[in-house]
């Protein structure tokens, strides 16, 4: 399964665990309900969901373990109804060890995410360096370019150049293709050198951003699908400038060696 099915049994998987994870975690934690550390039982589950899922299935979590809590753990067991004082404040202390557990979670879950993008964005302009260094053609860049912007953002990528009758798609990933709106949006990004995304009222018209190039013999436009999963940083990031200069060396004119002695 691939695409939104995909995604929607993997949504539907996590939040079962999310509820599934908490009510095991009350089980075990009422075989020992007379031992004072049952309460560590449910950080674990709760730090998990929160690692995997983020913030929505951990707050399910959080409630499904402070209800577990109470139902195997506090007096009278197997209820949901507390009697004394003193448990009512038992089980509100739960409360933030639990959202300490989720917290710690989502933070190593982001930095978690933080260090793929960087490790798929670099070896993306790794292998782009590897195509300018190895002076293949012009086709052949303009695709590396492509699909290293493909790589680093998640989504597909073209690369347009200017011709006597308007931009030209000349190289593209995952299939990607070009309609008359995204050609509008990326000549105004070309026309105004300014990038094409949401922020303008050409942008809006495209499924992509568009970014541009411009040197004295040569306009190209570079744009990335934006979508889910796709350009969440709005081309902001620096990825797409790296990329830019890539192509902007190669647009250059190479300079004859010369052996200094």
Known sequence: MTG???????????????????????VAAGMFAESPVTALWFAPPIFLIALWGGMAPASVTMLVALAAFDYWVLPPHHSLILTNISDLWLAMGLAPCAAIASLLGMRLRRQLRTIRRHETRSDALRLLSHAVVSQGGSEAIYFAAANALSRAYGASAVVLVGAA????????????TVEAGDLR????ALANNAPAGLACE????SRYDFWPLTTPNLSIVLGVERA??????GLRDGVVELVAGYLLACARPPRPLQVVR
């Open 4 to 26: 939104p099915t995909a995604s929607l049994w993997r949504r539907a998987l996590l939040y079962a665990c999310s509820v599934a994870a908490p009510i095991a975690a009350g």
């Open 165 to 176: 009758q308007g931009l030209e798609m000349v190289g593209g990933s995952r299939g990607a």
């Open 202 to 205: 050409a942008g809006g018209q």
């Open 185 to 188: 949006a990326a000549g105004w």
């Open 228 to 233: 889910d999963g796709g350009s969440e940083d």
